[in-house]
């Protein structure tokens, strides 16, 4: 409830004012029980649920609001507005109602400020041929994703507005306040709308009770450009959706006032009326009036479209030094993307802090542990409800009731959202009050919230691994919709099994490892260069490996952006800051050929040609890299007229007298991508081309140019580039994946065939020129999986943590991902992702010592020495050695490495004589489980 009014001063030295609205309600008193709400008698739109159901003026936003605590809204508030009520003031039982609060005015002194205010959704009101106005049965997207929420006004039951039925024909439309330069004036690309209504689209059909239905998206193109979002996008085409390529210009009324009948026009030309009971309006992202307050407050700079404006080599620095950005402020974004541009405005402010790190630093310390040896097992069992991610298919209550019952269970209580803050808090005094020594949480994935929990019971005392979670939401709510008796039933017998476990839990020690304080970079392109410049101005000495002689990689035969911008100016002040700075090593030719170690503390052996040296380092950035692909159709290699993208670039810098001779050219999309061999997007190759197109075109207008293409990807304020070439007369003809173009050399005359579905007839085009945006693959990742135990995807992309929270770091703990080996993208993601990376390495190598979970391998009193576990164990943690009994025999055992250990349990499943366990996963906990089974 906080906004930013002035920013003064400079780097390192603001003043920011900030002005704290008031809430009218004390957040020390709030205890959250939701009387005032209760009793308020305001009902205003809920603006959290779009409008769909109401409010109360006293009210919190949502259920896992942060902080939660209520709120009056001033501008509905019965008694701030007409000085009558006070109602809520009268129930509240803490006394924490207070009508007369003021703002505050707050000074804050900082060395950097970081903006990410968010977006706003395009509003389709007052456009009347949306319908959107006037018929219940047109709505938002945004208002979509609230109707099929399980937290939503509608617990996630599908309806329509206008007769309360389930409707069964529901159509999608694109590009609402995106593309749109008459309607809106929004002429970028959202870059997240695609993907979104065809996840809506997907996601119907589970809403649905027959789980059937139609859903039918129309589009202007397809942007399926991330990383798996291709796979997704064809796999929901062959599960029924269906793509038609319109923009759909009338929605009327249906018949009696019911359902949307659409008008609208295919690519010959026809003209079609069809019925649809929804049609959900893909609305795009906007900045809201409040960023250009805050812009001004901070006097930064914006572009036409009220985006923070940055370069393409500096994706989150504002117009302003010391100022950053990120999210959908700098521009439209999925959240990949958002997450990993906030780890890059993180990365800046931490290297021009550097100087000052640490010295405000407040370590987090918990009570001290309890010992719960020799107690009877008191556990206490918390079942979540999730809104009605998990209620609305398992009777909770039921699982609740049935907690209770089973052996060493004292307390068991039922929770709305067991991850909030206020639960949080109620499992901490039950834990003192019941003296509970083990907890059991009935929710949803241990992979994201078990830290959460572990967290909790450490704050009392209990120790962190004395709780055990049944999944029951991803496990079971989430894959068993429409059979709630029977995912009942498994629920509780996953509850029986945790609680079969946890009886068996002993307490564990995290291990303590020491950090080298040094990064490893591999891979001196552009993402690596800007990963070990940000790395050496954190202040951490840095070892930048490249396998070529030279540093820049592909951006050697790059250019310009596609803002213009001098690409090997650019790059040439980078290598020269990167090769002078004092905290980084550079060695080219040098390729990683050993490494051993573990998060905090690596060891390797890097090779420069017939030389070795040793190193140590705390953590790894691999940024290895990409290529385009070498065709072989469209007479690449038969006709030196064909070319890829990548030698027209070579060529014209090498004659740049060349493009002057083309009367004639043609540009082909999608050349091996998106196909049986590459099925995924490139990502850069409609920009490059389209790019390449404008600058042709510029000079020398009478040109011909021709761009053959799929879908177009111009993503994001790239649009504009889409647009000023059809501006210039460059023509684009869209071809289908079952009618490819084809080229033909006839008597030393280049001819491209294709069909153009706007003439609905076949058209041939002389060319003095093909080019070729072919595929990118990665270079080869196979070395880092095999030293790093990494992963990759099919494609050979180095595969991401998560996909959405973790998307620069390595499926490996301290080995990082930038750049193209992740997946392709322009040069400024590349930088971005670099710094990004170097970011989140900093995270460990900014602590002196790492603490490792202790779901690790122990050796136990069984282990005869047959060292079967030391050829299984992938990560090399398991040794052989020898040792001298008491008797004075010589014996072998094994012996485990613990901070190596990654807890994957091979070795245990291996072992013959029960010699080798995993610590919170022993063979006594895994029978305790199945046997709870097994006895259900």
């Known amino acids: 409830m906080s906004e930013i009014t002035d920013v003064s001063g400079e780097l390192g030295n603001f003043t920011v004012k900030v002005k704290k609205n008031p809430r009218f309600v004390d957040e020390e008193k709030c205890i959250a029980c939701g009387l005032c709400a209760e009793k308020c008698p305001k009902k205003v739109d809920d603006e959290y649920n779009a409008g769909l159901n109401k409010r109360k003026a006293a009210y919190i936003k949502y259920g896992q609001t942060v902080p939660l605590k209520y709120a009056i809204d001033p501008d509905n508030c019965i008694y701030l507005t007409k000085g009558k009520c006070g109602i809520c003031a009268k129930v509240c039982p803490a006394g924490a109602i207070n009508h007369d609060m003021k703002a505050e005015i707050l000074e804050l002194d900082v060395g950097a400020l970081i903006l990410a205010p968010g977006f706003e959704a395009f509003s389709p009101k007052g456009i009347d041929y949306y319908g959107y106005d006037t018929n ?270 089973l052996p060493h269970v004292v307390h068991v209580g039922n929770n709305m959202f067991t991850c909030s803050a206020d639960t949080q808090d109620l499992i901490a005094e039950t834990i003192k009050k019941e003296k509970l020594n083990a907890v059991v949480i009935a929710a949803c994935t241990p992979r994201t919230h078990e830290p959460l929990f572990q967290e909790t019971l450490q704050n009392t005392g209990l120790n962190k691994y004395m709780v055990e979670m049944a999944n029951i939401r991803n496990m079971n709510a989430w894959v068993h919709p429409h059979e709630p008796e029977k995912a009942t039933q498994k629920a509780k017998t996953q509850v029986k099994m945790a609680v079969a476990k946890v009886t068996q839990n002993f307490p564990l020690t995290d291990i303590k490892v020491n950090i080298t304080p040094k990064a490893l970079i591999i891979g001196g392109g552009l993402s690596g260069l800007s990963a070990a410049k940000n790395m050496a101005d954190q202040g951490y000495d840095t070892i930048l490996v490249e396998k070529q002689k030279q540093l820049g990689g592909q951006t ?32 080219t030719g040098t390729t990683l050929t050993r490494v051993s170690g573990f998060v905090g503390s690596f060891t390797g052996e890097l090779t420069t040609g017939e030389q070795t040296s040793d190193i140590e380092f ?19 290699n038969e006709d030196p007229r064909v070319m890829t993208l990548m030698d027209f670039s070579a060529k014209t810098q090498k004659s740049p007298e060349y493009p002057g001779s083309l009367d004639s050219v043609v540009f082909i999309q999608c050349v091996g991508s998106r196909d049986e061999n590459h099925p995924y997007c490139s990502r850069v190759c409609c920009t490059h081309s389209i790019q390449k197109a404008v600058r042709l075109k510029k000079e020398k207008p009478e040109i011909n140019i021709f761009i053959l293409y799929r879908d177009i990807r111009t993503y994001a304020d790239k649009e504009e580039l889409y647009r000023e070439a059809r501006n210039l007369g460059v023509i684009f003809i869209r071809y289908s994946r079952d009618k490819k173009p084809s080229v033909s050399n006839e008597n030393g005359e280049l001819t491209v065939n294709a069909f153009d579905p706007v003439l609905q007839m076949p058209v041939s085009i002389s060319a003095d020129a093909i080019f070729l945006a072919t595929a990118i693959e990665p270079n080869n990742t196979a070395p880092f999986v095999d030293l790093f135990k990494c992963s990759s995807n099919a494609d050979g992309f180095l595969m991401e943590a998560h996909p959405k929270l973790r998307p620069v770091d390595s499926t490996v703990d301290g080995v990082f991902l930038a750049g193209m080996c992740h997946y392709p993208k322009p040069i400024d993601e590349a930088i971005a992702q670099g710094r990004a990376a170097a970011s989140r390495a900093s995270v460990i190598l900014s602590q002196k010592i790492l603490k490792l979970d202790a779901i690790k391998s122990c050796v136990t009193h069984n282990c005869d020495g047959c060292a079967l576990c030391v050829d299984i164990c992938p990560f090399n943690a398991i040794s052989l050695v020898s040792f001298t009994s008491q008797d004075g025999h010589r014996h072998q055992r094994v012996q485990i490495q613990e901070a190596l250990c990654k807890g994957c349990g091979l070795c245990a499943a291996t072992c013959p004589k029960e010699g080798v366990q995993v610590n919170g996963f022993t063979n006594g906990q895994l029978r305790a489980q199945v046997d709870a089974i097994l006895n259900a």
């Not at 994703?145 to 309806?159: C, D, Q, V, Y």
């Not at 705390?618 to 690449?636: D, F, K, M, V, W």
């Open 136 to 405: 219940k049965d047109v709505v938002t997207s945004l208002e979509y994703e609230r109707m099929l929420s399980a937290s939503g006004p509608w617990e996630g039951h599908l309806k329509k507005a206008s007769n309360n039925e389930e409707p069964k024909k529901i159509a999608w439309i694109q590009c609402v306040g995106s593309r749109n330069i008459n309607c809106g004036d929004n002429g970028y690309c959202s870059s997240v709308c695609c993907m979104y209504a065809i996840k809506q689209a997907v996601m119907t059909r589970s809403h649905m009770t027959d789980g059937d239905g139609e859903q039918t998206i129309f589009y202007m193109d397809i942007r399926s450009h991330g990383k798996e979002y291709e796979r997704y996008y064809e796999k929901a085409r062959q599960t029924g959706v269906s793509f038609v390529r319109s923009r759909p210009h009338t929605l009327l009324k249906g018949p009696q006032g019911h359902g949307v009948s659409m008008l609208w026009v295919d690519e010959t030309g026809k003209n079609h009326e069809s019925f649809f009971d929804l049609v959900i309006l893909s609305v795009g992202l906007t900045n809201p009036e409040s960023t250009k307050n805050l812009a001004n407050a901070c006097r930064i700079e914006l572009d036409q479209y009220g985006f923070a404006k940055t370069s393409s080599f500096s994706p989150s620095v504002s117009s302003r030094p010391g100022i950053f950005v990120t999210g959908s402020f700098q521009s439209p974004k999925a959240i990949p993307q958002s997450v990993a541009v906030a780890s890059t405005a993180a990365a800046r402010a931490k290297a021009v802090l550097a100087s000052a790190r640490n010295t405000q630093t407040i370590e987090k310390k918990f009570v001290d542990e309890f010992d719960i040896s020799g107690q009877e097992k008191r556990i206490g069992v918390f079942v979540c409800a999730c809104g009605t991610n998990i209620a609305a298919v398992v009777d909770v209550n039921a699982v609740s009731e049935y907690a209770a019952t």
């Open 556 to 587: 050697n035969a790059l250019g310009f952006t596609w803002k213009n911008e001098d690409i090997q100016a650019a790059l040439k002040v980078l290598i020269q800051d990167v090769e002078n700075h004092e905290r980084i090593q550079v060695m």
């Open 618 to 636: 705390g953590a790894c950035i691999i940024a290895s890299g990409a290529h385009e692909t070498r065709p072989s159709q469209y007479l690449y």
